[in-house]
């Protein structure tokens, strides 16, 4: 971890005022993230063991992929690095045709396009594709990127469905039809975007059923699909050819998205496609019109990924990824803390009861958390040398923050068992913890009751008695603050209100006090009691509003003992160890 990660988090503008403005402007926009922690660094890795990287076949750091693409520059030793220029001028070299159709071939489709990236493609299928009166219906639950796109689309309509929630797909289906006739006589286009694997969920969507909704609601053909396969390829299928081609519903969907830059360990994307759409997308993209496609390099590098698959060397692979994934769930079950965890909402893995009857497991597997948390688990991950990140929103919805861990070939049981450990051992802290604030806490409020108790059966000699003595409630003065974990500082329930309340029998010996006298913070905060004037001796009627103030301001003070508590536990454990305090600093910058 590099302590630069740390360091470019100081905020720079104000050591700026005789810069450029121009400059000095760019620096104030950097310093809205410095100060939010979230600066980024393009720093250089730690080695760690992998649970987060897009290599899920691990073809890229075996050096299988390598390999592939050295053979295929061998069968092309003229080959030129430059890729001549954009592909509508003489850029469209016979070598990416021949690809293109090699790669629809492989996956049953009529025709490919290739992306100089995912983003690209799926940007440009959104924006040229839907035409003005067209609906786009999608899951709630797509990538960013898709809602990006979605922006920049003609179509009229655009409704999300509940993620992968059957019933919720078929209601906005149904209020589509009925929110135009075109829509029900066929004249306009549903187009549906889902993913085949979702990437932060790591869950499947229900094509089959999906399609089957949509003929039945639609049967005049007008309902389309627009599927990203982007986390499918290379793992679903025979040799990897995604989920639509294991289903067997290659002519039900009208666009596939398969990507290059994960599985395959190279870089780019394919839409697949029929002739119409192909020629929809070369006529009006401007990223295909006014850039150069791909150079052979990158070229021969897919080729050579797809090389592996067609001849079958990624199968085993495919077999290896899924006995691990079995692996680590049966694990994690064997271990009593992740039950325990789970019945405390500490953690939850949403396939983790499911996944004996699941035919296929996917790759990625989400780790739930309370808000935040997920930053601790992370941090703890990778302490111990376990590379895995928190996501939070917008790669996820609001309040659904989690670690994300990805399983990849060439991880060994050894290495999952350990995962599971480093999991449950944090999680065994959490609950260690709680247990313990809950033991104080109840401590705190027998006190409170008590308290209360006593003041119930006070007479009006008692409450002048009290007011006479000459200590201060402790709330008034001695304020609780959970920004303040120095050391010491730490109040316990015993401090808070116990040494006043324990006195006050001691304390019922007559006496008057009058508002004047009072110390300043008595009971509420106020100097004097509304309504009372110099002299007035304060009656247990007078007192009483003043009294449940105090109660309330007891229970605030509670609340922010638990959060005192908890911020100083994570600010000592990074007090003792540098490398934590680097961990979190830099997921602060990666979020």
């Known amino acids: 971890m590099s302590p630069s990660v740390m360091e470019a988090q100081k905020l720079k503008s104000p050591g700026l005022k005789v810069a450029s403005p121009f400059y000095r402007t760019l620096e104030e926009r950097l310093d809205k993230r410095r100060a939010a922690k979230r600066m980024l660094t393009l720093s250089t890795p730690r080695e760690t063991v992998d649970f987060s990287s897009t290599d899920f076949l691990s073809l890229s750091s075996s050096g299988l992929v390598r390999l592939a693409f050295f053979d295929e520059l061998a069968r ?64 709630e639950n797509v990538h960013t990127s898709i809602h990006d796109c979605l922006r920049n689309s003609r179509a009229s309509i655009s409704q999300s469905f509940l993620h992968n929630d059957l019933a919720s797909f078929r209601e906005v289906l149904n209020l589509i039809k009925e ?105 009006y993209t401007r990223c295909l019109i006014y850039s150069t496609v791909p150079s052979f390099s990158t070229l021969a590098a897919i080729r050579g990924g797809y090389n592996l698959m067609k001849s079958g060397l990624t199968q085993e692979r495919q077999e290896t990824l899924q006995h691990l994934l079995r692996h680590f769930y049966k694990t994690l079950h064997a271990n009593p803390v992740f039950g325990a965890a789970r019945a405390a909402n500490i953690l939850s893995i949403p396939r983790a009861d499911s996944y004996e009857n699941e035919r296929f497991l996917t790759h990625v597997v989400p780790i739930c958390t309370r808000e935040g948390e997920n930053h601790l688990l992370a941090a703890h991950l990778q302490l111990a040398d376990y590379c895995a990140w928190p996501i939070d929103h917008p790669a996820v919805l609001e309040g659904q923050g989690r670690v994300r861990l990805v399983f990849h070939a060439t991880n060994t049981e050894a290495e999952v068992d350990e995962l599971v450990s480093l999991i449950c051992a944090w ?36 409450w002048n008695a009290l007011f006479q003595q000459k200590a201060t ?81 007891a229970s605030f003070a509670l609340e922010a003992w638990q959060q005192q508590l908890l911020q100083k536990a994570v600010l000592q454990k990074a007090g003792a160890d540098v490398q934590l305090t680097e961990v979190l600093f830099e997921m602060e910058a990666r979020h």
């Not at 493609?121 to 009166?133: D, F, L, M, N, R």
């Not at 730490?490 to 401090?495: I, N, V």
Request: with cysteine.
């Open 76 to 139: 092309h030793p003229g080959f030129q690095l430059s890729s001549g220029g954009a592909p509508m001028l003489n850029g469209k070299k016979p070598y990416i045709e021949t690809l293109e159709q090699e790669l629809a071939d492989f996956h049953g489709a009529e025709k490919g396009l290739m992306f100089s990236s995912g983003y690209d493609a799926s940007g440009t299928i959104y924006k040229v594709i839907p035409q003005e009166g067209d609906a786009i219906v999608f899951d």
């Open 179 to 283: 929110s135009d006739e075109d829509f029900e006589d066929g004249e306009r286009t549903v187009l549906i975007s889902i993913e085949s694997v979702y990437d932060m969920d790591g869950d499947i969507a229900p094509v089959e059923e999906m399609v089957r909704i949509a003929k039945e609601i639609f049967p005049l053909g007008n309902a389309r699909f627009i599927v990203d396969e982007a986390h499918s390829t290379g793992l679903i299928g025979e040799k990897g050819t995604g989920l639509v081609c294991a289903l067997g519903l290659e002519k039900e969907i009208a666009i596939r998205l398969h990507t290059f830059g994960k599985a395959l360990g190279s870089h780019g994307a394919i839409v697949l496609c029929n002739d119409t759409i192909r020629s929809m997308l070369a006529n």
């Open 427 to 462: 999680a065994k802290e959490v609950l260690d913890e709680e247990a313990e604030l809950a033991k104080l806490q109840g401590s705190l409020k027998a006190v409170h009751v008590s308290g209360a108790d006593k003041m119930v059966s006070f007479e009006k000699a008692d």
């Open 473 to 553: 409630v402790v709330t008034g003065v001695r304020k609780i603050d959970p920004e303040d974990s120095s050391s010491g500082h730490t109040t316990t329930p015993e401090e808070m209100l116990p040494e006043e309340m324990e006195m006050l029998p001691k304390c019922l010996s007559g006496g008057t006090m009058s508002p004047a006298e009072m110390p300043p913070g008595l009971w509420t905060g106020d100097t004097a009691t509304p309504g009372s004037s110099m002299g007035e001796t304060v009656s247990p009627e007078d007192a009483l509003p003043e009294i449940k103030g105090k109660l309330r301001r």
